[in-house]
């Protein structure tokens, strides 16, 4: 499984948070993008272009199904599958590249992935399902 990067403001923004140097407990939206870009960590959201298709929307990934295991000497936290609906639309045909999650406090790209084969939308739409999996390193 190849992880998700996070961004430098993202590991920031969750070390604040941590330290308690930041009020308020942040939840994450998650997006999907259509530009093919290699994540990096000095990325921002102004470096990918976020899908615009119609019944396309942002979700929230939430907490609270979240699960957590163990592989090896790595915590995986996993949330339930989000759904990411698209109306019929006329063309060009666009691909969904990967994902991304932002901040909700301060809006920041906190982290994304590419799919491993991005995602051709049908011009008839269609749905494309994806699982957030954030690996944590024990000691």
């Keep these: 499984m190849t992880a998700p990067l996070i961004t430098r403001k993202g590991l920031q923004r969750i ?24 994540p990096a960590v000095d990325m921002t959201l102004a470096a990918i272009t976020e899908c615009a298709l119609a019944g396309y929307a942002r979700q929230i990934p939430v907490g609270a199904t ?30 969904i590249y990967g994902w991304f999650t932002i901040e909700s406090v301060t809006n920041v790209l906190s982290g ?24 944590v390193k024990n000691g």
């Design 66 to 95: 979240a699960t957590i295991s163990i592989n090896g000497s790595e915590e995986l936290v996993t949330y339930l599958p989000l759904t990411f609906n698209f109306a019929a639309y006329a063309g060009p045909q666009v691909s």
């Design 15 to 38: 070390a604040e948070v941590s330290c308690g140097t930041v009020g308020g407990i942040p939840f994450f939206r998650m997006g999907l993008y259509t530009n093919n870009v290699v």
């Design 112 to 135: 994304l992935r590419a799919l491993s084969v991005p995602y051709a939308v049908p011009l008839a739409g269609g749905a494309v399902v994806v699982t957030l999996t954030i690996p």
